[in-house]
């Protein structure tokens, strides 16, 4: 499986836009770029995902680069809710998901 | 409705003991699965079923057995479990025509 690089932490204020990278450099053309999120006891939420070109969605967007090699997670205007560990998954479908290390991501009121 | 059900949320079993976890979804997706989560890791696949058909096994000791009865159902029968099976372990299903795989909140097993 194509593997992903996140960091493992982040923080940002509450009310301000967050950008979390990921970095997919061995992404194959059929492989999705997924993100979860997984907030304190709870299990995993989807996100958004996509494929080559970029994404919007009630909870946030995903920019892809031309390459494919890295994608970035923009949370418009993050909250205290938003705060959780964040997986950038690739995904061809059918199997279940190989979740990495993901990001923790804290928001500071 | 878009929710994944697990029961129980906890259990706490003695290593001789034989528990089940059941997990229910009612959103007509043919693929179920399993996963195992311990604690401050990520969560690790176990089971795949598609179409109540077992199609993937990630090597998983056969303490664990899972079982599909239909299609809203899933459970994972559990026996002679060891301490460090003690973990986090979520069921989702997926719908078939998008990549969403939607979870439940999980059972947090302890194995004495």
């Known amino acids: 499986d194509a593997k992903t690089t996140q960091p493992n932490s982040m923080e940002s204020n509450e009310e301000e836009p967050v950008h979390l990278p990921c970095n997919h450099s061995?992404?194959?053309?059929?492989?999705?770029i997924h993100w979860y999120r997984q907030l304190p006891s709870q299990g995993p939420e989807y996100v958004i995902h996509g494929l080559t070109s970029n994404v919007n969605n009630r909870m946030a967007s995903l920019a892809i680069a031309e390459d494919r090699k890295s994608s970035t997670l923009i949370l418009h205007r993050a909250t205290l809710r938003d705060a959780a560990v964040y997986y950038c998954i690739l995904w061809r479908g059918a199997d279940g998901l190989t979740f990495g290390k993901g990001t923790h991501l804290i928001i500071q009121p | 409705d878009t929710e994944v059900t697990q029961t129980p949320k906890h259990l706490v079993m003695g290593m001789t003991n034989k528990k089940s976890l059941k997990c229910e979804q009612h959103?007509?997706?043919?693929?179920m699965y399993w996963y195992k989560q311990k604690a401050k890791k990520p969560p690790e696949l176990m089971f795949v079923y598609s179409y109540e058909k077992l199609s993937i096994n990630e090597s998983v000791p056969s303490r664990f057995s899972p079982e599909c009865p239909n299609s809203s159902l899933l459970n994972l029968h559990l026996h002679a479990l060891q301490p460090e099976d003690s973990a986090l372990y979520l069921c989702?299903?997926?719908?078939?025509?998008?990549?969403?795989?939607?979870f439940g909140p999980g059972t947090r097993l302890t194995v004495l």
């Open positions: 959103m007509g997706h043919r693929a």
């Open positions: 061995t992404i194959s053309g059929t492989d999705y």
């Open positions: 989702a299903s997926r719908q078939g025509r998008t990549d969403t795989q939607y």
